[in-house]
């Protein structure tokens, strides 16, 4: 599949220009300075930012006192640049940009600096720790970051004989499982089902030369399915294709899928990362170099920065400067919530096993879940062992849970209409406690028969903890409870 591009204007780094002999003088200039910066920025993401921990890096990103003094009259914060476009020195520079030879912004459909504070620390948490080099792609949505991030890897190149197909845990988001089911087969890609992502044999036998990538989420939601990454990592590289992750229930602060061989991961940003629950956004962070047979050829370089400056510049899914910063806010203080909140769900799971009218609790930090020792190996809270409350390296395992009532779906319903302060909502990840019934509202549209396959039962509440006190939450549900 990797060959040279055909199709003219898809080159990331200025195929628009002619040959780099018929550079002129003028745009050359630029381009010299710009490989300086370049050269300084890298300087310091080796000498200085890739040395900071987790919560530093969530702080500050690349957004400097030198940047902030040089370009943005000292604002401490990162500033929301509201603007559609960027305005150009001469026609040299305008020239240089506009054939992505030099780092810039051009139009907000396609970058802007704001966005750009965001996606520089997105890339650097999600390759906290490790020696992966990753950009990223911030989207409207996280939907908008899956559609992007799979939609190149299914495009019928010239050569192929048959279309695609790829290979995804079944547990996955109502929204996600539409995409893959409806969508995707409309472009020609059959999608092929996991039911027991835990059993590498059976990713296995879903692959075949036509594959073009496997798709999983971790944990799943509402579910709590998780799977052995490094060894489905192994096996998508043992057929030259990519492994994509959707992380957002576990975010880098607990789970950083590059760590352990994903090469694409996939974040709804509008979950715990923007816990105020201001404002939807996605991400698509890729690893640079993927010499994958689906991965287009001019994208396997760099797979995000190509997405966001190529496809998405035509399609026009990226997000918007003001979301980004709303979002890179909540984000500076992703580590310290994701504890208090993974505490929290402990703490309510446990009082939930213990109620005589939940027939089961899905919660991976509970010992006695099936999953429990293989999500143990995975999710850490990163740099606990430099927190000076731990001292130690603590599991941690989100304020995603599900519980399943004795009686069914009628129970649940009243459980879920019983509740005061926990908000009844198909949302996720918010500072607010809230709760759903997955199979009317969230997984409703995948139908009853598939729901069944991914283990999604209508008398199944999905109850995500937010940051108010835990006796509170406990108080509230104990109330719904009794009503039941
Ligand atoms: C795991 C997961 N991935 C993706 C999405 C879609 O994200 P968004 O709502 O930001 O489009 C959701 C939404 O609930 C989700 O839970």
């Not at 780099?20 to 890298?42: I, L, T």
């Not at 939807?280 to 690893?287: L, Q, Y």
């Not at 920065?305 to 400067?321: A, V």
Request: charged fraction near 25%; proline fraction near 5%.
């Amino acid at each position: 599949m990797s060959n040279p591009p055909e199709r003219s204007g898809d080159d990331l780094g200025g195929s628009h220009m002619e040959a780099e002999s018929n550079m002129s003088d003028g745009v050359r200039k630029y381009v010299e300075a710009a490989q300086k910066a370049m050269e300084k920025r890298n300087r310091y993401i080796r000498d200085v930012v890739k040395k900071w921990k987790f919560d530093t890096i969530a702080v500050h990103g690349l957004y400097s006192v030198e940047e902030a003094l040089e370009k943005n009259q000292g604002s401490v914060i990162e500033p929301i640049y509201m603007s559609t476009s960027q305005a150009w020195r001469d026609s040299d520079e305008m020239e240089a940009a506009l054939a992505y030879l030099i780092p810039g912004w051009a139009y907000s459909r396609i970058a802007n600096p704001s966005t750009g504070y965001l996606e520089q620390t997105l890339a650097l948490l999600e390759t906290y720790g490790t020696d992966v080099d990753a950009t990223c792609c911030a989207t409207s949505s996280g939907m908008s970051a899956i559609f992007s991030a799979t939609e190149p890897l299914l495009a019928m190149e010239p050569q192929q004989t048959g279309p695609w197909n790829f290979v995804s845990a079944r547990q996955i988001y109502g929204g996600t499982y539409m995409l893959f089911n409806v969508r995707h087969p409309q472009m020609g890609a059959e999608v092929r089902w996991v039911n027991n992502p835990a059993d590498i044999d059976e990713w296995n036998s879903r692959i075949d030369d036509n594959t073009s990538f496997l798709f999983g989420e971790l944990p799943s939601n509402p579910g709590q399915m998780f799977f052995d990454l490094k060894k489905v990592a192994a096996l998508a590289h043992s057929h030259s294709i990519p492994l994509v992750i959707d992380s957002t229930i576990a975010t880098p602060a607990l789970l950083r899928p590059f760590e352990h061989g994903a090469d694409i991961v996939l974040q709804s940003v509008t979950k715990t990362m923007t816990s105020s629950g201001f404002g939807i956004a996605g991400a698509i962070i890729a690893k640079k170099n993927m010499p994958y047979k689906s991965i287009p050829w001019e994208g396997q370089n760099d797979y995000a920065s190509w997405l966001k400056l190529l496809p998405n510049r035509d399609f026009g899914p990226n997000l918007s400067p003001f979301h980004a910063i709303l979002t890179l806010n909540d984000l500076r203080t992703l580590r310290g919530k994701v504890d208090y909140l993974s505490r929290s769900s402990m703490k309510v799971a446990d009082f939930l096993s213990h109620h005589p009218k939940v027939e089961s609790v899905e919660y991976l930090g509970l010992p006695h879940h099936p999953l429990h020792e293989l999500a143990s190996k995975y999710m850490w809270l990163v740099d606990s062992e430099y927190d000076d409350v731990y001292n130690m390296k603590v599991n941690r395992y989100g304020h995603l849970l599900s519980f399943l009532m004795k009686d069914g779906h009628k129970q649940a319903r009243k459980v879920l209409d019983g509740l005061n302060r926990i908000w009844r909502a198909t949302d996720l990840g918010r500072i607010k406690s809230i709760a759903n019934i997955p199979t009317i509202s969230t997984h409703q549209q995948q139908g009853k028969e598939s729901r069944e396959e991914a283990q999604i039962p209508d008398n199944l509440i999905r109850l995500c903890v937010g940051a108010e006190h835990p006796d509170d939450i406990i108080d509230d549900l104990e109330q719904a409870l009794a009503k039941a």
